[in-house]
């Protein structure tokens, strides 16, 4: 009966976890935390702006296709920021060099033209994933972190079994509960970033392939009215 009683009294709170723990302990708390904090933060941007950028590249790829004037299209859309308009924009501003002169390198222009895009793409996609490099690194640390927060409570609690000469759970249970909560801590740091960026990396290879096929089909259509050019 004692011992039911005095587990009904023991309440887990994260909160009096922190305020008792120690500095170190703190400190990698509340890293961990504001880590945790940015990488959701990342997280929602990132699944509202693929969202946008899939729906207007929709809308963008259904109007180029529909278009009968690709230099009135490509007018129309000079100021659009979408990552498969800079695709398009590389094209028609390569297409407009090589066809400027008097005599025309076909095979050359077909070259440049592939390049052009091809360098886009890639910039376009580098944009897109900078800010998840920072989940990737907090799946990968995180766990260690909290880890050393958990090594550090261990140790304090050893010292407290010492001072205290007594190895009772009253005494190093304390110390090894804020340790766990730092290892708690790093995986809900860590769990969420590493799903996020495995599936982000793949929805961004999906749309770089999209990239990849508006560009192809692009080249082609240059290639085509390049044979028309006299």
């Not at 091809?118 to 994933?129: G, Q, Y």
Request: hydrophobic fraction near 50%.
């Amino acid at each position: 009966m004692d011992l039911l009683t005095a587990t009904q009294d023991v309440v887990f709170s994260p909160i009096k976890l922190f305020l008792d723990a120690d500095l170190v302990v703190k400190s990698v708390i509340i890293g961990l935390a504001l880590a945790s904090v940015w990488g959701w933060t990342i997280i929602l941007s990132f699944t509202v702006k693929m969202s946008g950028i899939n729906k207007k590249s929709d809308t963008f790829e259904r109007e180029f296709w529909g278009s009968s004037d690709i230099a009135a299209f490509a007018k129309t859309h000079s100021q659009n920021d979408l990552p498969v308009a800079k695709v398009f924009a590389a094209g028609m501003a390569e297409w407009r060099l090589s066809t400027n002169g008097k005599s025309i390198d076909r095979s050359g222009t077909r070259e440049r033209l592939a390049t052009a895009m091809d360098a886009t793409i890639a910039a376009e996609t580098d944009r897109l994933a900078s800010r998840l490099n920072f989940l990737a690194t907090t799946g990968s640390v995180a766990p260690f972190v909290g880890l050393f927060g958990t090594v550090w409570g261990i140790m304090r609690s050893f010292a407290a079994i010492a001072a205290e000469q007594n190895s009772s759970l009253a005494v190093v249970a304390p110390g090894i509960a804020e340790a766990l909560f730092a290892t708690a801590i790093g995986l809900f740091a860590a769990i969420p970033a590493v799903i996020a960026y495995n599936r982000f990396s793949h929805r961004l290879n999906q749309y770089e392939a999209r990239m990849g096929r508006f560009a192809d089909g692009f080249h082609g259509t240059l290639s085509r009215e390049l044979e028309l050019e006299v």
